[in-house]
Nanobody
């Protein structure tokens, strides 16, 4: 069982920055690839970035060069540093293991970017 709690969202102007955090419970955290997902209004949830247990990262094209994912296995926490935010980054952000058999989700954190 894994419990996830996202935090750090908020309202920010375009060009601003936010840092999201995801605290996870469970001893399996360090061995699992973790992802940050985004669900924009009226759209399906999409994978924004992921990080493997070894630190390999993936970013969707729209956030490359602006977002940075990192993890601290000692703290069971994964982070998403978001810079140069755009209105199209608006949505609810969730973290979750990228392994589809691990269907665990937190409540998400709202990010709103105003133009």
């Amino acid at each position: 069982q894994v419990q996830l709690e996202e935090s750090g969202g908020g309202l920010v102007q375009a060009g601003g920055s936010l840092r999201l955090s995801c605290a996870a419970s469970g001893s399996a955290f360090s061995i699992n690839s973790m992802g940050w997902y985004r669900q924009a209004p009226g759209k399906q949830r999409e994978l924004v970035a992921s990080i493997s247990s070894g630190g390999n990262t993936y970013y969707t094209d729209s956030v490359k060069g602006r977002f940075t994912i990192s993890r601290d296995n000692a703290k069971n926490t994964v982070y998403l540093q978001m810079n140069s935010l755009k209105p199209e980054d608006t949505g609810v952000y969730y973290c979750s293991p990228t392994n589809p058999s691990m269907d665990y989700w937190g409540q998400g954190t709202q990010v709103t970017v105003s133009s």
